[in-house]
């Protein structure tokens, strides 16, 4: 049994440690501050806008045959410009995408854009298809012709052109379906620049 000297002595340190817990938890309480915002969060994004794609006479292949590199890039290019119509500068893309009516294969199909080297379509970067034609035409594959940044209120025009690769052969061409045709739209798309 607890004599009358301990029964204090362990009321007092009971007192002495609720004491203490109030005097920590004031002090806590007087320490810790809330905050909480009083205005909105605004968040502005940069203008994406390419202008409507000007374009020369269109490429035309009918009764095509294959050809050297040399006639081919004497050939009459299909010119287009695109334009930057946003006072930021932005990221651009042109492919090439492939029709599904397309029948001709990519190995067969050589392009040039500008002046850089011809290349085959089929050694061309793969894209994804756009594939939202309103006319309801869609691609079954897409090639990358070129990448890269357009200035604020600024353009580009390119040259395109496309022939059949001399190597084709004139069985490539007929095979046992008949004759091959090629069907391809070219589509830009553009991105804000990071």
């Known amino acids: 049994m607890l004599n ?3 029964k204090y002595l362990i009321l007092g340190m009971s007192c002495l440690f609720v004491l203490v817990l109030g005097i920590i938890g004031v002090s806590f309480a007087y320490w810790s501050v ?4 009083t205005n909105s969060n605004v968040i502005t994004t940069g203008c994406v806008k390419l202008n409507t794609l000007k374009e020369g006479a269109p490429i035309s292949l009918t009764n095509a045959y294959p050809i050297s590199d040399t006639e081919g890039q004497a050939k009459s ?8 119509a946003c006072a930021n500068e932005i990221s651009y893309q042109l492919n090439l995408d492939i029709l599904t009516s397309s029948t001709m294969p990519l190995t067969s199909i050589k392009y040039q854009l500008d002046t850089d080297n011809p290349t085959l379509l089929s050694g061309a970067k793969d894209a994804t298809p756009y594939n ?4 309801g035409v869609s ?6 012709l070129k990448s890269g940044t357009l200035a604020a ?15 084709t052969t004139i069985e490539t061409l007929s095979a046992t379906t008949g004759s091959k045709t090629f069907n ?5 798309t553009a991105t804000p620049k990071a």
């Open 139 to 144: 691609a079954s594959s897409s090639k990358n």
């Open 77 to 84: 290019p299909f010119t287009f410009t695109i334009q930057n």
């Open 132 to 135: 939202k034609y309103t006319s």
């Open 153 to 167: 209120n600024a353009e580009l025009t390119f040259n395109l052109r496309l022939w059949i690769d001399s190597g």
């Open 4 to 6: 009358k000297k301990n």
């Open 184 to 188: 391809a739209k070219l589509v830009v």
């Open 34 to 37: 809330n905050l909480e915002q």
